[in-house]
C-alpha cells in the first residue's frame, strides 16, 4: 500500500528517535552477551554459603593515608579472591573464622592479615617496599624482550595442561553523561571455562538502577578480556594480545622500571607497537622476574583501534591483574574497564557517553570434573532459575557489595528513578534531532491517550508525468500488539483519479507472532515495473528538476491476501521468510498528462501503455535475511526468491504466464579481517525470467541512476530509466578499502575521519524476443547486448555521501555523480 519511499520516510522519525539506543547498543560490544535464556535443570558447582562473616575495611598507604585501588586480596591456601574499590575499600564474606587474608600490590610490602572475628572498618596500612633499586643502564640489548619470550614460553607450558576452571564472578558496569551516573546494572554469576568449548556463564543474581529492567542488566564476565590470550576481542576487533606466539611481529618492548611486590621483583614494560595497520594494544605491563609470569596489564587501543563516523571520539583503557594464587595457572583476579564514546555528525549530536566496568573473579576450580549440563547448551549466558540460585547460595542479601560502591553510586541508587531513561540522559540535540524529533509517531498499542495519539500518520506527496501532482494520507493504528490496521485515501490532480483502500494484519499469538495475514484492498497508481530502491518520492524530485521520469505507470484495482510465516534462526544464522498469497488486479493504462518542470521546456516521453485487463494470481515469496540496506549503506548476506502464476483455466485470469524474479547479496571480507570494519566485496546477483505470455506491466528490470543519484545496485552509467526486458541476468559489485589507502600513504587523518576509497563494477543485460520488440506499442529502454561498467568512489564525504566516477567498457560512455554513503 506504501510506495518504498514513503516506507523509508515514515520510519526515519522512528529511526531518529531511537538512534540513542540503537548507538549505545555498541557499548555493549565492550561487555555483553546475546539475551538471556532460563536454565532448565543444571547440575552446577555448590560453593559453600557465602557471608558467615564480613570483614570490611580499607586499604591505604602507610604513609600517605590514601586509598589503594584495585589491591589483591587473598584467603591464605585457596583460590579465593577479591580487590578493594577506587577508593580502597574492601567488604569479603569469609566462611570461617580465623582467616587470614594477603594483601598484595605492586611496589608495596605484602601484608597478611589474621581475623579472628568479624570485623568492620579494618584499616590495612601497605608499607611502599624499602628496597633499594639501582638505577637501570643497559648497555646492550633491552632486556625487555627476552623477559617477555620467557612470560610467552611459561604461558604455553602451563596452558597445556590446563584443561577448565569454574569460578565465581562479581561485575559492575555504570553509564555516565556529563551530569553524573546515569545507569548501573551489577551480577553475580559462575563462569565456567572448558578447552575447546569455550566459556558459559549463568546468571545468580542481579540488581540495577529502576531505570533498568532486568534484561537490560548486561553485567557479567563472558565477554570480557583475558589479557593472558593470545587474540582479544575488543569493541568487534581481534586484537594480537601482548602474550600471542608472534607478539614480536607485532610488538617492541621496552624496559621502564622495576618494581617490588613483597621481596619479588617486577618489572615494567612498555608495550609499543610495530604496526599501524593491525589492531594491536599500547601501554604497559608488569610481569614478575623470577617466575614470568604477568601480574598486570594496563593497556589502551593502538590508534588503529577507532571507528568511522558518526563516532567522534571513542576511548578504553583496560587493567587486569592476574594470580597463580600458590598453583600453577596465572588465572585472572579482575577487569576494570573505563572508556568514553561520542557520537554526532552535522546537525545531530549525542551527549558525551562514559562507562566503567569493575569485575573480580575468584573463587577458581581448576581441572575439575566438569557436569555434561554445563556445556550441553549452546547458549553462552543462562539465566538461572529461581531454585537453581537458591541452591547456589549465593545472592545480594548475602553479599551485598562484593566491591564496596563509591559515594556517587550509593547516591546514583537512591536518587535514580525509573522514569529517568538512559534514551532521556543521552537526547540528541542539534537542528536533525529537532527535526527527528517533531516527526516522530506513536507506533505502540493503543493507550488511554487516544485514537489520534496511536495513529501513525503517513502523508504522501508526489508527482510524475501520469497523475500530476498527487497528496494522500496513509494512517496506520496499532489496536491491539496481534492486530494493526490501515487505510488509504488521496487524489491525482492531472489524472483526476481518487486513492482509496485500507488492509489489515493479524499477528497469531498461538505462533509467537510469527504467522501473520494480511488483506488489502486498493485502488491506486502503481509502477509498471518496481524498482529495488528508488521510490516515487525520488522520482517526483528528480523530474521536477527536468530529468526523465524514471517510471511508468498503470492504474490498479487490487485485492490482495498474504500469509507470511518467519522460521526461527537457520544455522546461518539469518531469518528465513516465507510469504504466500493471492492477488486479484484490475489494471488499465494511465495516459501522460504533463511534462512539467521546473526549468521548463522539457518534453516527457509517453507513459507506456499496458495490456488492459484482470490479473488474478498465486505467489509465493522465500526471504534469508534482513532486506538489504537501502542504497548500499550496509552490506549484508541475504537472498530473495519471488514465483507467481497467473492462469487463464485456473485462477479466471485475462493472462497465463509464470514468472520467477532471484536476487542474492553476498558479502565477503577481504582484507584486515582484524579490525571491526573490515575491507570486503559486496556482491549482487540478480536475475529474472518467465514462461508463457508475459504482458507488458510484468517485465522485470534493473536501475540505472536516478539525475546525478548513483546508489550500489544500479548501472551508474545508465540513466533515469528502468533497463527492462522478459529476461535478465546482472552482477553488481563493490569493495571497500575503507581508510586503508590513505593510511599507507601517511594521511591517517584522512582514514580516521571516515573518509575511503571503493571501487566498483556492473555486468548485466536484458532479453527481449525480436517478434515481441516489434509489437511493443512504446520504445522500451532496452539495447539487447550485455552492458559492462566499472568505477572509483571517494566514500565516507561529510560523513553521509560518496563521490562515483564510473566508465563504461563494452563501449565509450562515463559518468560521475553521487550518493548516500557506505557506512557497514
Given amino acids: 500500500m506504501v510506495p518504498a519511499e514513503s516506507r523509508a520516510a515514515g520510519s526515519a522519525g522512528r529511526q531518529f528517535s531511537t538512534l540513542t539506543g540503537c548507538l549505545l547498543l555498541l557499548l555493549s560490544l565492550m561487555f555483553s552477551a546475546p539475551a538471556p535464556t532460563f536454565a532448565g535443570h543444571f547440575s552446577f558447582s555448590e560453593t559453600d554459603s557465602e557471608g558467615a562473616y564480613r570483614l570490611t575495611g580499607r586499604v591505604t598507604d602507610a604513609e600517605t593515608g590514601e586509598g589503594l585501588p584495585a589491591v589483591n586480596i587473598q584467603v591464605e591456601g585457596t583460590f579465593r579472591g577479591a580487590i578493594t574499590n577506587n577508593d580502597g575499600f574492601f567488604d569479603f564474606p569469609v566462611n570461617e573464622l580465623p582467616a587470614v587474608l594477603i594483601f598484595r600490590y605492586i611496589g608495596y610490602e ?15 596500612a601497605l608499607n611502599p617496599s624499602a628496597i633499594e633499586l639501582e638505577e637501570l643502564v643497559f648497555t646492550g640489548e633491552d632486556p625487555a624482550n627476552h623477559i617477555m619470550e620467557r612470560v610467552i614460553l611459561r604461558k604455553q607450558m602451563w596452558q597445556e595442561q590446563l584443561e577448565n576452571w569454574r569460578a565465581d564472578a562479581y561485575t559492575r558496569t555504570s553509564l555516565s553523561n556529563n551530569e553524573g551516573i546515569v545507569s548501573i546494572s551489577e551480577s553475580l554469576t559462575q563462569t565456567w571455562w572448558k578447552r575447546g568449548e569455550g566459556f558459559r556463564e549463568y546468571m545468580i543474581d542481579q540488581r540495577q538502577t529502576s531505570n533498568l529492567l532486568e534484561d537490560q542488566n548486561f553485567a557479567g564476565t563472558r565477554n570480557l578480556p583475558n589479557f593472558y590470550d593470545d587474540e582479544i576481542e575488543i569493541a568487534g576487533f581481534r586484537v594480537i594480545g601482548v602474550t600471542h606466539p ?18 619479588q621483583m617486577v618489572w615494567d614494560i612498555r608495550v609499543i607497537p610495530k604496526t599501524r595497520l593491525q589492531p594491536v594494544f599500547e601501554g604497559t605491563v608488569s610481569v614478575l622476574g623470577d617466575v614470568y609470569a604477568l601480574l598486570e596489564v594496563d593497556l589502551v587501543p593502538g590508534e588503529m583501534i577507532f571507528f568511522p563516523p558518526p563516532i567522534q571520539e571513542f576511548g578504553l583503557r583496560y587493567r587486569q591483574q592476574f594470580s597463580n594464587y600458590g598453583g600453577d595457572f596465572w588465572l585472572p583476579v579482575d577487569v576494570r574497564i573505563n572508556g568514553l564514546l561520542e557520537i554526532g555528525f552535522p546537525g545531530f549530536r549525542i551527549p558525551e557517553i562514559r562507562f566503567d566496568l569493575v569485575s573480580s573473579i575468584r573463587e577458581y576450580e581448576v581441572n575439575i570434573a566438569v557436569p555434561d549440563s554445563v556445556f550441553g547448551t549452546q547458549r553462552r549466558f543462562t539465566r538461572l532459575s529461581e531454585p537453581e540460585r537458591a541452591r547456589l547460595g549465593r545472592s545480594f542479601e548475602i553479599e551485598p557489595e562484593a566491591i564496596p560502591l563509591s559515594e556517587a553510586e550509593r547516591l546514583a541508587y537512591e536518587t535514580i528513578d525509573s522514569t529517568q531513561t538512559i534514551s532521556d540522559a543521552f537526547q540528541p540535540t542539534g537542528f536533525l534531532a529537532r527535526i527527528a524529533g517533531e516527526g516522530a509517531v506513536q507506533t505502540g498499542p493503543p493507550s488511554r491517550r487516544g485514537f489520534v495519539r496511536n495513529t501513525e500518520w503517513r502523508p504522501q506527496l508526489r508527482f510524475n508525468r501520469a497523475e500530476e501532482i498527487y497528496a494522500g494520507l496513509n494512517p496506520r493504528l ?3 500488539p496481534e492486530l494493526s490496521v490501515e487505510a488509504l485515501f488521496g487524489y491525482g490532480t492531472g489524472s483526476e483519479d481518487f486513492t482509496w483502500g485500507g488492509a489489515a494484519v493479524y499477528r497469531f499469538p498461538q505462533a509467537n507472532r510469527r504467522l501473520s495475514l494480511r488483506a488489502a484492498y486498493t485502488t491506486d497508481t502503481r509502477a509498471r515495473i518496481p524498482s529495488q530502491q528508488l521510490g516515487f518520492g525520488a522520482a517526483s524530485a528528480a523530474m521536477l528538476l527536468g530529468f526523465d521520469d524514471y517510471f511508468d505507470y498503470y492504474r490498479s484495482e487490487r485485492f490482495a491476501l498474504t500469509a507470511t510465516y518467519f522460521f526461527r534462526r537457520t544455522v546461518l544464522e539469518n531469518r528465513l521468510r516465507l510469504q504466500a498469497g493471492f492477488i486479484s488486479d484490475t489494471q488499465r493504462s494511465m495516459p501522460q498528462v504533463t511534462s512539467y518542470s521546473f526549468r521548463g521546456g522539457v518534453v516527457q516521453r509517453p507513459n507506456a501503455p499496458i495490456e488492459e485487463g484482470q490479473m488474478r494470481s498465486l505467489t509465493l515469496n522465500l526471504r534469508l535475511g534482513d532486506d538489504p540496506a537501502p542504497f548500499g549503506i550496509a552490506g549484508s548476506s541475504s537472498a530473495l526468491v519471488q514465483f507467481q502464476h497467473s492462469s487463464e483455466d485456473l485462477l479466471g485470469s485475462d493472462f497465463t504466464f509464470t514468472r520467477i524474479n532471484a536476487r542474492v547479496d553476498f558479502r565477503i571480507e577481504t582484507m584486515f579481517r582484524r579490525r571491526f570494519l573490515a575491507n570486503t566485496l559486496d556482491l549482487r546477483l540478480q536475475g529474472f525470467t518467465h514462461s508463457g505470455d508475459l504482458p507488458v506491466q510484468a517485465f522485470g528490470g534493473f536501475d540505472s541512476r536516478l539525475s546525478l543519484f548513483t546508489p550500489f545496485g544500479g548501472f551508474r552509467t545508465a540513466g533515469n530509466r528502468i533497463v527492462e526486458g522478459e529476461h535478465g541476468a546482472a552482477l553488481f559489485w563493490e569493495h571497500n578499502f575503507r581508510g586503508v589507502p590513505f593510511e599507507l600513504i601517511g594521511l591517517r587523518r584522512v582514514a580516521r575521519s571516515g573518509i575511503g576509497i571503493l571501487v566498483h563494477g556492473a555486468s548485466g543485460r536484458t532479453w527481449i524476443g525480436d517478434d515481441r520488440l516489434q509489437s511493443l506499442p512504446f520504445e522500451p529502454f532496452y539495447e539487447g547486448r550485455w552492458r559492462h561498467e566499472a568505477g572509483i568512489a571517494l566514500n565516507g564525504l561529510f560523513s553521509i555521501a560518496r ?18 554513503a557506505r557506512v557497514f
Avoid: K, M
Fill in 110 to 124: 605484602t601484608r597478611s592479615v589474621s581475623f579472628t572475628s568479624e570485623t568492620a572498618d579494618q584499616l590495612v
Fill in 246 to 263: 608472534n607478539a614480536f611481529r607485532y610488538y617492541d618492548f621496552r624496559v621502564e622500571g622495576r618494581r617490588y611486590i613483597g621481596n
Fill in 478 to 480: 496499532n489496536i491491539i
Fill in 803 to 820: 563521490l562515483d566516477a564510473s566508465w563504461r567498457l563494452d563501449r565509450p560512455g562515463f559518468f560521475a555523480g553521487i550518493s548516500v
